[in-house]
């Protein structure tokens, strides 16, 4: 019971506190990290580390949500298998007022969490989740998640890559597609467009140097970019064949971004931490060098104002 109370203390602590909010303006949307940890979360099922071992250390596997700070209305960015404490925590008029969900691909960490809009739980009506063509035949073919399309729980709406979704006169969201392992669907990130700031969402990708694009440009194109950290570098991944589980190292990216100004570096953001990465310890080497290098880490209830 002790060990319960303490995990629910935490929860309150990352959920509730008021951490660093970026451009403070009054603005009338907020995004808010509501996860930061790779598909199997920490603790991680199988890990014998000191860090899956410590439960008050749990971290939430990476979402994000955008709020209308003046109708509590929400987008929800992947709906991630934490999705119940996630939500619950956001608070009643936030979860009440979720209008949609976009989804980045069919990996476990990024879609998994629809089953609680199931009649088993939530049993929504209609709810709106955007999907690449692809990932929307595999939420319609497959079950548990074709029933979720039968019973009208969810609406599954169409995108196409580099498509422009407008769901507010201000704000207006872009899928741009990645390359990352296509098992059962693409994979996308966002551009999300705020009345004042951009932010750039890239939580998978393969290697940097694999996309058609150029992420240094991407970059300058926003004010935020929370992109994909799985992994600090090869160290923490020994054990596994690495081109089964392809993404940019933070060392490799850190390498590729050294030219740019230091502005450009603290639109940084590092999101989509393996339970591995020392990245989630703030007092690691390997943290405080990244944050004295001008990059940041992002972290459970950040908020970025748009």
């Known amino acids: 019971m002790t060990d319960l109370k303490n995990i629910i203390s935490l929860t309150l602590l990352i959920f509730s506190i008021p951490l660093t ?7 009338t949307y907020t995004l808010k990290v509501l996860g930061v940890v790779q598909d199997g979360g920490l603790p991680h099922l199988g890990s014998d580390r000191i860090c899956c071992e410590d439960h008050e250390k ?5 979402s994000i949500i955008l709020i209308n700070n003046e109708t509590n209305e929400s987008y929800l960015f992947d709906a991630s298998p934490d999705i119940n404490e996630q939500l619950n925590f956001m608070g009643k008029g936030i979860k009440k007022n979720l209008k949609g969900i976009f989804l980045t691909h069919a990996h476990i960490g990024h879609y998994t969490g629809l089953m ?3 009649r088993e739980a939530l049993n929504s009506k209609l709810m709106k989740v955007y999907a690449m063509p692809r990932m929307k035949k595999f939420l319609e073919q497959n079950g548990p998640w074709s029933q979720l ?4 729980n969810i609406s599954i709406i169409e995108l196409n890559n580099n498509s422009i979704i407008v769901i507010d006169p201000n704000v207006t969201i872009q899928p741009v597609e990645v ?6 669907s693409e994979t996308v990130g966002y551009k999300i467009y705020g009345p004042n700031k951009t932010v750039l969402f890239i939580p998978d ?4 140097y694999l996309w058609e694009k150029s992420i240094i440009e991407e970059i300058e194109k926003v004010d935020y970019a929370l992109i994909d950290a799985t992994f600090y570098d090869s160290s923490e991944v020994n054990y596994r064949d690495l081109s089964e589980i392809p993404h940019p190292f933070v060392i490799e990216s850190m390498e590729l971004f050294d030219s740019i100004q230091d502005e450009e ?5 590092f999101i989509h931490l393996n339970h591995t990465n020392p990245l989630l310890d703030n007092e690691s080497d ?4 990244v944050k004295g290098s001008g990059y940041n880490v992002a972290i459970e209830g950040m908020k970025l104002d748009l």
């Open 179 to 184: 390359p990352h392992r296509a098992e059962f």
């Open 116 to 118: 609680y809009f199931g």
């Open 21 to 27: 909010v970026y451009n403070q303006d009054n603005s």
């Open 286 to 289: 390997q943290y405080k060098f």
């Open 205 to 208: 990708i393969d290697k940097w």
């Open 265 to 269: 570096k603290n639109k940084i953001f």
């Open 58 to 62: 749990k971290r939430y596997v990476t």
């Open 149 to 152: 399309v039968s019973l009208e």
